[in-house]
């Protein structure tokens, strides 16, 4: 042996490389431990004299009292906002109301880590999503919208746009701050006043929100914020002074919504459930589609309307993309939402918690396989590992219902053609996914495809500028771009 | 290893009976996924674990026209005891030289774990009669290098001439029989990561001991999105074939947090199996002084001046 070989013999022992904890602080928020209503500018004391609490899904921990809604508070908040639209926002000069829009946006960016902690402490997201995909796009559609406030005539030529009056908005917990955003954003730069209920399990973004209204010196009642939970979202809903009613959350819901405003003569957008299919061909990039297909159906726990549930598989490559999965899965981070290093938050609320279970277990019983990777959940909260299931028939439950959580269901294909006929084989047709290399399969696919998004070798891509929006059980009425503008606005 | 088919033009042929289907990369998400493991948050304990481990995967680099046996005299002392005050910080990986020098480094790295690498094979074109680069590497393993660190001809690969490509890394890694071989893509100059990809795969069929981005000459050398493409490649052999390649970036990284971001990529990509200099290096040279002056930071507390730290 040489004094060379001897050198060579050393041989280090692989360690673990653990990340320490990162989290990012509490200390930015301060929340009172009450909240009224926001009604014409100020928090008020519902009249219902109902409060509850807000809960923290990672550690139950009670976070803020927060005020239930009944009818009488409802009709005043659509008063306030009746009057707020005749007495000025109407018709104050477009350009005004773009400064208040532009205002917002910027002060939206200054807090952004405030609304951020927020958002995942009261709704259990990861730090790192609420960071970089909630707050950036929320006020990127402040500022989207701000700029069209002052440009409707030329959005839309020859029809005079006219605003509607007040808009009845009541929005979902998977995205609270993003979704209020949707809604609040195009109705304001059409000249309309609002009246939005944030969903009862997350409404202290929404209420952090108000305070940025006032910052922004927005007129009173032109926003105003009722939380509560269904029983106020009935009474707003169903409020004769209502001109418009924007809904996003449940396809249940989002049924009875459309019976009770049939015949008022009152404008309805429903963005509701999904169960969307990704679509790997045989020629994808394998470990970027493997990244689309995690993002595709874990991002915010599975949480969202979108959510590429449904893998549909090239049977070709089915088992190294299985392989892949499976390995990518073992290193996702479930647990504390405020860690920096969180790719896997809480389950939003107790109830959706037994919602996943019983769909998981019915997966189970019939007959599909089931995957986990190992990961240690925290004792106290809501959590649901990252879940698999393959060997899914297209018959089975948890390829038809929504589950709304971090569960995906596999199939295999064979060919395009069966591709297309099982993913539009589904009561829904919100979006889709598409991972292939060949750009004219691209083109073909998102034509056959029945989904109001289809995204090409990505997932969960959003953009203000770019129209969201449903086919059948999905809803309908888009929000985002010009389209998103249209349904705030009569013409003349 | 697979004899050395006649390929066509399209390099589709399997060139081991179970080497991975080429495939391609999205330069979209790949991006974006490099992002997010570019993101992680790394602290305390983890951070001086990533810290000293990126001190024992550093191969210090000196490869200039104007090195003396005193400048790799220098450089080999510093990879051996990279920091006189703190005799914890453990040795670098090895250095890497010109053949010319490395008697020079040979004889001062004597009785240490560091190692001795030389490139060669026309470095860094790799423009030169096949022949020639093969007996340059021959030469060097003898001269007593234990590690070679080859150059593709990248000529031959952008022709789309593979068949090259891989011929030439069998012969070298022939030539130097049991010597360690890295392969040097100079990632710089393939444009796009499908041909990162190719590239690795090639020079891992090739018999690749190591595939390792970049000369130091080019720019863009080494960055995260380049080193995931490889890591994945490595992957992909290692689940298809058992066998365990190690990957080298090199050139442009200079900070510590860049290491600590790379090495957040080999363990969520890889796995803790290749956090060892067996499998994993940086090429570098002003790197080590920064991961440092980071170790004594999360020591102390304190940030000391870069006067503290020797220059080599």
Redesign the interface.
């Known amino acids: 042996m040489t ?2 070989d001897k ?2 013999d ?13 989290p990012e602080s509490r200390e930015i928020v301060a929340l009172e431990e009450r909240y009224g209503l926001f009604i014409g500018g100020e928090y008020v004391e519902p009249r219902s004299g109902e409060h509850q609490p807000t809960v923290s899904p990672a550690t139950e921990e009670e976070l803020a009292e927060v005020a239930y809604a009944g009818a009488e508070d409802v009709d005043l908040a659509v008063g306030v906002a009746r009057e707020a639209f005749a007495n000025g926002w109407s018709d104050i000069a477009p350009g005004e109301r773009a400064k208040y829009l532009f205002r917002i946006a910027r002060i939206l960016q200054e807090r952004s880590r405030e609304f951020a902690v927020l958002e995942s402490l009261d709704g259990g997201k990861p730090i ?1 999503e609420s960071r ?1 995909v909630d707050l950036p796009l929320s006020a990127a559609h402040f500022f989207y919208y701000a700029g069209w406030a002052d440009k409707l005539e030329y959005a839309f030529p020859n029809r005079s746009p006219r605003p509607l009056g007040v808009a009845a908005q009541i929005i979902p917990w998977n995205f609270p701050l993003l979704m209020l955003a949707w809604k609040i954003a195009p109705a304001l730069a059409a000249g309309n006043t609002v009246v939005l209920k944030p969903a009862e399990s997350t409404p202290l973004t929404a209420l952090l929100f108000c305070d940025v209204l006032r910052q922004a010196d927005l007129p009173p009642g032109v926003v105003n914020i009722v939380t509560g939970d269904g029983r106020a979202g009935a009474a707003l809903v169903e409020h004769e002074d209502v001109d418009k009613v924007a809904f996003t959350g449940s396809t249940e819901i989002g049924k009875e919504i459309q019976k009770a405003v049939a015949g008022t003569g009152k404008k309805l957008t429903l963005e509701l459930g999904g169960k969307a299919a990704n679509i790997v061909f045989d ?7 493997i ?2 297909i995690v993002n595709g159906i874990y991002f915010n726990q599975g949480h969202v309307c979108c959510a590429g549930s449904r893998l549909l598989v090239q049977e070709s490559i089915y088992e ?1 993309l299985i ?1 892949k999965l499976k390995r990518r899965m073992g ?1 996702l981070r479930v647990g504390d939402p405020l860690d ?2 969180t790719d896997i938050g809480a389950i939003n609320s107790k109830q959706q918690l037994e919602k996943i279970k019983e769909l998981v277990a019915a997966g189970e019983e019939e007959g599909a396989e089931v995957f986990q990777p190992e990961c240690r959940l925290p004792e106290r909260g809501w959590w649901f590992a990252p879940t698999v299931f393959t060997s899914v028939a297209q018959s089975y439950r948890i390829a038809q219902e929504e589950i709304f959580g971090p569960v995906l269901s596999v199939l295999t294909f064979r060919t395009p053609d069966e591709a297309v006929e099982k993913a539009n084989n589904t009561a829904y047709g919100l979006s889709a996914g598409v991972w292939t ?1 060949k750009g004219s399969r691209i083109l073909s696919m998102a034509q056959q495809l029945r989904a109001g998004v289809v995204w090409a ?2 997932y969960n891509r959003f953009d203000p500028t770019s129209p969201f929006g449903g086919y059948k059980e999905s809803g309908f009425g888009r929000e985002g771009g010009l389209h998103g503008l249209a349904p705030y606005l009569r013409f003349e | 290893m697979a004899q050395a088919p006649a390929l066509p033009r399209g390099f589709e042929l399997p060139l081991e009976p179970r080497l ?1 289907r080429i ?4 330069q ?3 991006e ?2 490099s992002a997010t493991l570019a ?9 001086l ?2 810290l000293e ?1 990126a001190v ?1 995967m550093t191969d210090l680099t000196t490869l200039e026209g104007a090195d003396t046996p005193g400048k790799v005299a220098a450089l080999a002392s510093k990879a051996v005891r990279p920091d006189p005050a703190d005799p914890t910080i453990p040795s670098a990986a090895a250095v890497c030289v010109y053949p010319n020098l490395v008697p020079t480094a040979l004889e001062k ?2 009785g ?4 001795v690498a030389s490139v060669a094979t026309a470095f860094p074109s790799g423009q030169s009669p096949l022949d020639l680069k093969v007996e340059e590497a021959r030469r060097a393993a003898e001269m ?1 290098a ?1 590690e070679i660190d080859m150059v593709i001809d990248r000529g031959a690969f952008l022709s789309g001439n593979y068949a090259r490509v891989y011929e030439e890394v069998r012969q070298i890694k022939e030539a130097v029989g049991s010597v360690h071989l890295k392969v040097i893509l100079e990632t710089g100059e393939l444009g796009t990561y499908d041909n990162v990809r190719r590239a690795s795969l090639l020079a891992i069929a090739g018999g690749a001991d190591f595939i390792k981005t970049s000369t130091g000459k080019i720019q863009p050398a080494a960055t995260l999105p380049v080193t995931l493409v490889m890591l ?1 490649a490595v992957r992909d052999v290692y ?1 298809e074939t058992g066998r365990k390649i190690g990957v080298k970036p090199a050139g442009g990284i200079r900070q510590a947090k860049q290491a600590v971001q790379h ?2 990529a080999v ?2 990509t890889l796995g ?7 499998l994993f290096r940086f090429g570098a040279s002003s790197l080590l002084n920064d991961v440092l002056l980071q170790i004594r930071k999360e020591k102390t507390g304190r940030y000391q001046s870069p006067d503290y730290f020797t220059l080599d």
């Open positions: 004094d060379l050198r060579q050393r041989s280090p022992v692989p360690s673990a490389f653990d990340y320490a904890p990162a790192r970089d020629d994808a990039p394998l470990d970027q589609a990244e689309g190294p392989a290193t920096k290093n290399e070798n990505t | 991975p495939g391609s990369v999205d979209v998400a790949l974006e996924r993101k992680r948050s790394i602290k305390r304990e983890a951070k674990f990533a481990l024992r790295v004597k240490s774990t560091v190692k007593g234990d994945e689940e090495l957040v363990n969520e803790p199996e290749w956090l060892t200099p067996d």
